[in-house]
């Protein structure tokens, strides 16, 4: 069985109220947005990695369906 892929989720206050928030996936960097608050942005970040294991989960279980006509 493969190894989980590394994530990491950097969260940076740019502002008043206003936080950016990357992911780092699978050796991907993603670039998710600004909240109001660092405790959304996490929450986000965490979301956002559950879906991407879930995909790479997916992925590998099974092909995609071929639809003919």
Request: charged share 25%.
């Amino acid at each position: 069985m493969a190894s989980p892929p590394e994530s990491s989720i950097q969260v940076a206050e740019v502002g008043l109220q206003k936080f950016t928030m990357a992911v780092t996936f699978d050796g991907q960097r993603f670039d998710c947005g600004i909240y109001i608050s660092r405790a959304a942005a996490m929450l986000a970040g965490r979301l956002f990695v559950e879906r991407k294991q879930g995909e790479r989960t997916g992925r590998t279980k099974r092909a995609r369906k071929t639809v003919t006509p």
